[in-house]
């Protein structure tokens, strides 16, 4: 690129530059240029200008009939990123599709960054795109353009209203909507005053028809802090023929919504509070949820003020500025069973899947988690440890647990934060002789409710005993561990027709299986103050690597994938000079060893 001097971009703005320019001297001039070349004079915003940012208006011809008044906006990291381009006017009525009815920008290229060139002129990006995003032809990304992304804007940060996109209205054309809510109170500057903005967490817990039949009812995870409130209301609901998008005058828009429906004028002001009410009303639409396929689409509006913003109009006159009824959105978020499960399809074999997990230390609980994350049905948690300090650079909650059992730091967790699973623990030491409960009576009753057990605790005493009762219950085993240095690790899938615990360490001794690296580095174990006793050495990211592996290997077994043999999945940290290294598995079966008692054995299938 050819450098003519700043001053010859836009004169009557000699020395003044975007701030990009200055990293790709030339590029201004490229720019401009570029755009001069076709005919287009493009018109700077001189404030842009002047901070530092390139803003443009010019006309735009697209065809011989059409003229558009045009903006473009550069972005500071420009040319890594795409410029914007508005309509200001010249399409009468605007399109749908492939524009933002608010802010009026287009959708000129695929969300993917991949799609913007840096090469490319703002000039090639409309030579190349603008017709086929307005007229809606030419390669298309098979994306659909839901309504909710627009409505959602409109809604205060942290409100949210959940619904479940399976809820079918059939000809159902009015009703009512039951919500369970929780309700905070935020301050924010608008229109030149301090206005409370409502924000609302909900769920709908039922949809009604207009003689108050049920149609739908939750089905799906709810919201801890939702959960534990006792706040109902009702609101009315209507449905539209039509897609309804937001307008830039988007309160005007609702208010004619509102009187133009009668079943939406039976809402009456709800109190939140001593200086503020609400109004909530609801719409269903048609909408794109994907590329080419129509679904419903629901916005939830609220009218909110002072509580006498709502009294009679003739009072209208003597209120002031903080009396004014306000217009916001209610974010609406999709979150039934199915909704779950949309972005990681083969997860959902989960929802009905119960796991015993055993040892809640750096690997059990991100397994916990992890489960609890994709859906799991049911933990059951077996642990007694107690999470200090020390403990949280390698456990994944922090301060807020501390001097809690691991059992009930993470059950609070799961319960708040994915709610959908349900959690039993058993703060209990296997092995140990205090009173209450024994081992047998803690096991019978955890294993009798699963389909697998995942051993986390790091004990060989343990993996033996839960090997030997996993084979009584015909119940799949993981076993994972770290070594000493965590210079590697196992995770091993026990089957009752393959080896055993005693059979691998057979198998290590006589180099028939490869050991993890780091397998005897007993001498490199710390101690630390106040511990009663010593512990391996290494980070949480490294560990992550196994706990991982597990659950990956905990979807394949509950999936149906069997073997007959036992599996040992190998993690090494450090390679053939024992040097640090990306992490590398390697995976060997493991037969029962000849010299193992558990030749002898025969699985009895699980009743």
Not at 285 to 314: D, L, M, S
Request: glycine share 8%; proline share 8%.
């Amino acid at each position: 690129m050819m450098d003519t001097g700043l001053d010859s971009v836009f004169p009557d703005y000699p020395g003044l530059e975007p701030r990009w320019e200055r990293r790709y001297h030339g590029r201004f001039h490229f720019e401009i240029e570029a755009l001069r070349r076709v005919g287009i004079t493009p018109e700077p915003d001189p404030d842009a200008l002047r901070a530092g940012r390139l803003a443009i208006t010019f006309n735009w011809r697209l065809d011989a009939e059409t003229t558009l008044r045009l903006r473009a906006v550069y972005p500071d990291t420009f040319p890594h990123f795409r410029p914007e381009v508005f309509l200001i006017s010249g399409l009468e009525p605007r399109p749908v599709r492939h524009i933002n009815p608010i802010g009026g920008n287009f959708c000129l290229l695929g969300r993917d960054s991949r799609q913007w060139m840096p090469s490319w002129t703002l000039c090639k990006l409309l030579q190349e795109q603008l017709k086929d995003a307005i007229r809606e032809s030419g390669n298309e990304d098979p994306q659909g353009e839901p309504a909710d992304v627009w409505w959602n804007t409109l809604g205060p940060p942290g409100a949210y209203c959940l619904i479940d996109s399976t809820w079918d209205l059939k000809d159902t054309r009015e009703g009512l909507l039951h919500l369970r809510y929780v309700q905070e109170k935020s301050v924010t500057d608008a229109s030149g005053g301090n206005i409370h903005v409502p924000i609302v967490r909900a769920v709908v817990t039922e949809i009604r028809d207009h003689n108050n039949k049920l149609i739908h009812k939750w089905n799906g995870p709810i919201p801890f802090d939702v959960a534990g409130s006792n706040r109902t209301l009702s609101m009315p609901w209507v449905r539209l023929d039509h897609q309804l998008l937001p307008e830039p005058e988007f309160g005007r828009q609702v208010e004619d919504v509102y009187q133009s429906h009668l079943h939406l004028q039976r809402s009456r002001p709800h109190p939140l509070g001593s200086k503020l009410s609400v109004v909530f009303f609801a719409i269903a639409h048609p909408t794109e949820i994907a590329f080419g396929q129509t679904g419903t689409g629901w916005v939830f509006f609220q009218v909110f003020g002072h509580p006498k913003a709502f009294k009679n109009q003739r009072q209208k006159r003597n209120r002031n500025k903080q009396q004014e009824r306000q217009i916001c959105t209610l974010p609406v978020y999709r979150a039934g069973p199915d909704d779950m499960g949309h972005r990681v399809p083969h997860i959902k074999l989960l929802r009905e899947k119960r796991v015993l997990v055993v040892g809640l230390g750096a690997l059990g609980a991100p397994v916990a988690i992890e489960l609890a994350r994709n859906g799991c049905r049911a933990l059951h948690l077996i642990d007694h440890d107690i999470i200090e300090p020390g403990n949280t650079v390698r456990w994944p909650l922090g301060a807020s647990v501390w001097g809690r059992r691991k059992v009930d730091g993470l059950k609070g967790f799961l319960e708040r934060e994915y709610s959908i699973t349900e959690v039993h623990i058993y703060p209990f030491c296997l092995g140990g002789i205090g009173g209450g409960a024994g081992d047998d009576e803690v096991l019978e009753k955890a294993l009798s409710q699963v389909e697998l057990v995942i051993d986390a605790a790091a004990s060989y005493s343990v993996t033996t005993l839960l090997a030997e009762r996993c084979r009584d219950a015909d119940l799949p085993l993981i076993s994972l561990f770290a070594t000493p240095t965590v210079e590697g690790g196992v995770v091993v899938q026990y089957s009752g027709e393959g080896g055993c615990p005693i059979c691998l360490e057979h198998a290590w001794d006589q180099n028939k299986i490869a050991p993890p690296s780091g397998r005897s580095g007993e001498d490199d174990l710390t101690q630390p103050p106040g511990c009663a006793e010593r512990t391996f050495v290494g980070a949480d990211y490294d560990l992550h690597e196994l706990s991982l592996q597990a659950v990956r290997l905990a979807i394949e077994i509950l999936s149906g994938a069997k073997t007959r043999d036992s599996l040992v999945q190998t993690l090494s940290f450090v390679d053939e000079d024992n040097q640090r290294c990306p992490p590398r598995w390697r995976v060997d079966a493991l037969p029962k060893h000849p010299d193992c008692k558990c030749q002898s054995y025969v699985a009895t299938p699980r009743k």
